[in-house]
């Protein structure tokens, strides 16, 4: 696992060590920031199951400005903070030890909105829907930012939640990425 593009480009990753967390491969990561960017100027990322920070790290060297990330196990906030600081991004990032729903609700207290929304769940526990439209409730989007879902490809998640169309869905194998934006239409 590495860093694809930007100013980290070829820069190794940690794994979180054991089984319980699945990186996203190099080419849907690679696949993924090709649709949404591929580089960027400013923003924010909210990694919201952080797992080893890949995503939020690949953000960060694609011209994200700066990150949060968030996971409940132990060892993979220890592997984020290591693979931050490989990559010069520990000035750039928060790093906490949250559940994604206390996490959320810390988040909207603070009034912050995101370029970008990492949402990568255990597959067999996945709460997508309710996480997409707890994020339209409070507003965490950019007009202009995506949210990133990244699911079983057995799972299919609708055209639609609340004011977020899905613009853009693919499916590597075993693995599907669905893409939210803004439904432009709902603000015209």
């Given at each position: 696992?590495r860093?694809?593009s930007g100013?980290?480009?070829g820069r190794?990753?940690k794994?979180?060590?054991?089984?319980?967390?699945?990186?996203?491969?190099?080419?849907v990561?690679?696949?993924?920031?090709n649709?949404?960017?591929?580089?960027?100027?400013g923003?924010?990322v909210?990694?919201?199951?952080?797992?080893s920070?890949?995503?939020g790290?690949?953000a960060?060297s694609r011209?994200?400005?700066?990150?949060?990330?968030v996971?409940?196990e132990?060892?993979a906030?220890q592997?984020?903070?290591?693979?931050?600081?490989?990559c010069g991004?520990t000035?750039?990032a928060?790093?906490?030890r949250?559940?994604?729903e206390?996490?959320?609700k810390?988040?909207?207290?603070?009034?912050l909105?995101?370029?970008l929304?990492?949402?990568d769940?255990?597959?067999?526990?996945q709460r997508?829907?309710s996480?997409?439209?707890?994020i339209?409730?409070?507003?965490?989007?950019?007009?202009?930012g995506?949210i990133?879902c990244e699911?079983g490809?057995?799972?299919?998640?609708p055209?639609?939640?609340?004011?977020?169309?899905k613009?853009?869905?693919?499916?590597?194998?075993?693995i599907?990425?669905?893409?939210?934006?803004?439904d432009q239409?709902?603000f015209?």
């Open positions: 696992m860093v694809v100013s980290c480009k190794p990753l794994s979180v060590p054991g089984t319980g967390t699945r990186p996203t491969t190099d080419k990561k690679e696949s993924v920031f649709i949404i960017g591929p580089y960027f100027d923003g924010a909210l990694d919201l199951f952080a797992g920070g890949g995503l790290i690949e960060l011209g994200v400005e700066n990150a949060i990330f996971d409940r132990h060892q906030i592997t984020v903070k290591a693979n931050l600081e490989a991004f000035e750039q928060e790093v906490y949250n559940d994604s206390r996490a959320l810390a988040i909207i207290k603070r009034e909105t995101f370029r929304i990492m949402l769940p255990p597959y067999k526990k997508l829907v996480l997409l439209e707890q339209h409730n409070a507003r965490l989007l950019d007009l202009q995506y990133v699911h490809s057995e799972d299919v998640l055209d639609k939640v609340a004011d977020f169309k613009v853009r869905n693919e499916v590597y194998g075993t599907a990425i669905s893409i939210y934006q803004w239409l709902d015209e």
